[in-house]
């Protein structure tokens, strides 16, 4: 179902910077204050999986993306541009469900987009968990 929220432009943009340009190293996505669109919340170029689960707020939904790279063996180093849908327990029921019948909105302007996560809890969107993900049929 959906929200009819719609997706400002400059989360396309600031998506095609991340995807082309390989500048940008993950974006996070949030709702406007008043629940009418899809906006950039932050853009990062820190390479820190850390710095990026710490952007996830603990107890209110967010989207994001992630350029993921890894080192497969034998075929040395990938990228996989993952969508994570961060919506932890926490949350208040309303936003979660306005976040769930938003992301479709999102997810299908961002063509190119190769794994995506869905998360509750960080254990959820731990680099481990999200590499044994990405990294199958890389």
């Known amino acids: 179902m959906a929200s009819g929220v719609g997706v400002n432009s400059k989360c396309l943009e600031t998506y095609q910077s991340l995807k082309l340009g390989k500048k940008i190293k993950y974006i996070i996505f949030t709702l406007s204050p008043d629940n009418t669109e899809i906006v ?3 853009e990062s170029n ?8 710490a952007d996830l707020p603990e107890a209110e939904c967010r989207w994001a993306i992630y350029d993921f790279e890894f080192e497969k063996e034998g075929a040395g180093k990938r990228n996989k541009i993952t969508f994570y849908s961060w919506s932890p327990d926490d949350s208040k029921v309303k936003a979660k469900m306005l976040f769930a019948s938003s992301k479709d909105a999102l997810r299908r302007s961002l063509v ?11 254990s959820e969107v731990a680099y481990e968990s999200v590499f044994d993900k990405v990294s199958r049929g890389a």
Do not use: H, M, P, R
């Open 112 to 122: 190119g987009v190769a794994a995506e996560i869905q998360g509750t809890d960080y």
């Open 40 to 42: 950039v919340e932050k």
């Open 46 to 53: 820190s390479a820190n999986y850390d710095d990026f689960l």
